[in-house]
């Protein structure tokens, strides 16, 4: 209802954004876990790296031009919380999940052309990313390689995550791991979802993550 609500108040002023001056940033190797070899992860790892200042800094550019939040002025949960509650006033103004050509989603899914969109998600995950690193230095970015993420075939495995040392390591693994861009993708695709409509995952899990909830223990 409130995502309804919200459309509605926006009225003719939310117009679709064309994003075709977005910047693509398609990943060498898209997929996750199994699909991909370790090679094809490393390859995906330094792309990031190589990309990672760059790609801040021109979303940066475009969200002041859309009205959105600023990266650099905001921190932290701060900025958790203000980019959450611009997406739920704009997002309706993306290209629609439902509206793009079949494709494999997240994290599958092509970035560019049609899928241009996906680019964008990615960004703004990692920049959720960033106001948790910056905040607390335990977490960095990094491949996760647990062996029992890949076992298991997570989303997580073989990609390029967030990851913190735990203070009490277990047997099966000694890093937390956290995907700041699953929760853009799942909003993406799911926007009328209990979560995005109603909650704040975005800020709570900044938050947890800059408190050192998820690798206290």
């Not at 079949?102 to 970035?111: I, L, Y």
């Amino acid at each position: 209802m409130l995502n309804l609500i919200q459309r509605w108040l926006a009225g003719d002023a939310a117009a679709p954004w064309d994003l075709g001056d977005y910047p693509a940033w398609e990943l060498p190797h898209a997929g996750a876990g199994r699909a991909l070899s370790e090679a094809q992860a490393q390859a995906n790892w330094s792309w990031f790296q190589a990309t990672l200042d760059e790609r801040q800094r021109r979303l940066r550019d475009w969200l002041l031009a859309h009205q959105g939040p600023d990266p650099q002025a905001l921190h932290g949960t701060a900025y958790a919380k203000a980019l959450n509650t611009w997406a739920k006033a704009h997002w309706p103004q993306l290209p629609a999940f439902s509206r793009l050509p079949r494709h494999k989603p997240w994290p599958d899914c092509p970035r560019s052309g049609a899928f241009i969109v996906n680019s964008l998600l990615g960004d703004l995950g990692a920049s959720l990313g960033e106001a948790i690193r910056h905040a607390n230095p335990d977490w960095h970015w990094g491949l996760n390689l647990d062996a029992t993420d890949l076992a298991d075939d997570m989303a997580t495995a073989r990609r390029v995550v967030l990851l913190a040392r735990l203070k009490h390591p277990t047997p099966q693994t000694d890093q937390a791991v956290l995907d700041p861009e699953a929760l853009l993708f799942a909003a993406h695709r799911f926007p009328d979802s209990v979560d995005f409509v109603h909650l704040d995952p975005w800020t709570t899990t900044v938050a947890d993550a800059i408190a050192g909830g998820y690798h206290a223990h």
